[in-house]
């Protein structure tokens, strides 16, 4: 077997095959994948990283399938990563993205992966987070991320690209909904897809006059609503234009600094959460102790407010297997 140091240096010279396994250890969750991400982490950051979320079904990998072949004529390397939902359907969903990117399956220039049906949507969208940085770390210029927006998971993938596109079509009316209540942020690109629908015009219209309204004195970057016909290309190319006006508007004054500074405080936080999540959940199911304190809440001899007092001074703790371990610096990917 490739040992880690040797399956990153391949990383870094852009080999297909040791791109497709390190994104296979970090869907099964392989602490060897994270530590090839840990060697590979100072070599990231040159790659435009684009989120690309939506509600199911609006055209997304249609989408990126005509994005990646208006990005390829300009000669970048495009690295594309699918988020599907872990729905029983996703094995189709799966199948059905291969087909739609399927003409990109010969061009050397582009890597594509959908992330299916293994683990749990938290789980998944942080093995997505991280073959985005191999994807970035193998020398693609633009690494889109194409996500379900299915609110939580939404949140995390937003924290580690430098540009959202939400893309909506007619009829998504719950998310044009979240949107005008502030329940989901305002993205820095929104597409309406489908432009072939009836109502797509006036869709973008209804959201174009919420955006007037909203409009933030103190941010100059307004949100331009485009609309495209996927399947017909219509449109692409003036989306590609509009990912790249925003990738050069967050190049000046420091903004793709603070931006990334901003998205590493978020998914640390994320990630903190997730694990302690999952700590919590196994110290429910596992330890005894907590049981019987359970056990005496139920019976009225304890209040929950003790039980939570328990659960937390148990992270870090001898409860919890001792301290955490400081991973210590990463190793430098060019000695050996
Ligand atoms: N009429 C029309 N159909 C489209 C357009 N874009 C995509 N479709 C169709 O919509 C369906 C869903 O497209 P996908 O690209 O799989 O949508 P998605 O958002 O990636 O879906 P999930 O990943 O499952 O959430 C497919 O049958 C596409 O052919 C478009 O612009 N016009
Ligand atoms: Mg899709």
């Not at 991280?130 to 939580?152: C, H, I, R, Y």
């Not at 399947?231 to 600094?257: F, K, N, P």
């Amino acid at each position: 077997m490739t040992s880690p140091p040797a399956l990153a240096e391949q990383v870094l010279e852009g080999s297909t095959r040791a791109i497709a396994r390190t994104i296979s250890l970090l869907e099964d969750h392989d602490p060897l994948g994270r530590q090839i991400v840990r060697t590979l982490y100072p070599r990231t950051g040159r790659a435009s990283r684009v989120g690309v979320t939506g509600p199911p079904g609006v055209g997304k990998s249609t989408l990126l399938s005509a994005l990646t072949r208006v990005v390829r004529r300009a000669e970048l390397a495009v690295g594309v990563i699918s988020v599907d939902p872990s729905s029983p359907f996703s094995e189709g969903a799966v199948l059905g993205d291969r087909l739609r990117l399927s003409e990109h399956f010969l061009d050397s220039g582009v890597f594509i992966r959908s992330m299916g049906t293994r683990g749990h949507l938290g789980g998944l969208s942080e093995a997505a987070a991280q073959s985005a940085l191999v994807l970035d770390a193998a020398g693609m210029n633009v690494v889109f991320l194409e996500t379900v927006g299915v609110g939580q998971s939404e949140v995390e993938v937003a924290s580690v690209v430098d540009t959202v596109v939400l893309v909506l079509m007619p009829g998504s009316g719950d998310s044009i909904q979240a949107l005008k209540a502030g329940v989901m942020e305002i993205p820095d690109i929104i597409v309406i897809n489908k432009k072939d629908h009836p109502r797509a015009m006036a869709t973008a219209r209804d959201i174009q006059a919420f955006l007037n309204l909203s409009e933030e004195e103190d941010s100059p970057w307004a949100p331009p609503v485009l609309l495209t016909d996927a399947v017909g290309g219509e449109g692409v190319e003036e989306l590609w234009e509009a990912i790249q006006d925003h990738g050069r508007w967050l190049s000046e004054e420091g903004r793709l600094e603070r931006r990334r500074q901003n998205n590493v405080e978020a998914e640390v936080a994320a990630l903190a959460a997730n694990r302690l999540q999952a700590k919590i959940k196994d110290m429910m199911r596992d330890d005894p102790r907590v049981s019987r304190l359970l056990a005496e809440v139920h019976e009225g001899r304890l209040d929950p407010f003790s039980v939570v007092e328990y659960l937390i001074a148990s992270f870090g703790g001898p409860a919890a297997g001792g301290a955490p371990e400081f991973p210590g610096p990463p190793p430098n990917p060019n000695v050996r």
